[in-house]
């Protein structure tokens, strides 16, 4: 079992930062060797994948957020961030973490983190 956490949503002003933060444990959990992910969902939208970061350190980015957001992982504190820049209100969404551990999938999912960027 994998359970996963989710921090530092919030609201913001367009232009501005925030970091959020993905806190993954388990007792045989190891996220330098998990692929991590960070999706989003808008309301009335579907859920898209914003960011990834692989066991390897490969990242990709959603053409929407290419320059502004950076996906790290810190693997001694079993934690990846998402840090978001010049943030605009199309940002405003909740932000979820997700782990694929011992799966090509990912089959373990945070509750989410509100982030609402205003205009």
């Known amino acids: 079992q994998v359970h996963v956490v989710e921090s530092g949503g919030g609201l913001v002003q367009a232009g501005g930062s925030l970091r959020l933060s993905c806190a993954a444990s388990?007792?045989?959990?190891?996220?330098?060797?998990?692929?991590m992910g960070w999706y989003r969902q808008a309301p009335g939208k579907q859920r898209e994948l914003v960011a990834r970061?692989?066991?390897?350190?490969?990242?990709y980015y959603a053409d929407s957020v290419k320059g502004r957001f950076t996906i790290s992982r810190d693997n001694a504190k079993n934690t990846v961030y998402l840090q978001m820049n010049s943030l605009e209100p199309e940002d405003t969404a909740v932000y979820s973490c997700?782990?694929?551990?011992?799966?090509?999938?990912?089959?373990?999912w945070g509750q989410g983190t509100q982030v609402t960027v205003s205009s």
């Open positions: 388990g007792s045989i959990f190891i996220i330098s060797i998990a692929n």
């Open positions: 997700a782990a694929a551990w011992r799966s090509t999938k990912y089959n373990y």
């Open positions: 970061i692989t066991s390897r350190g490969a990242t």
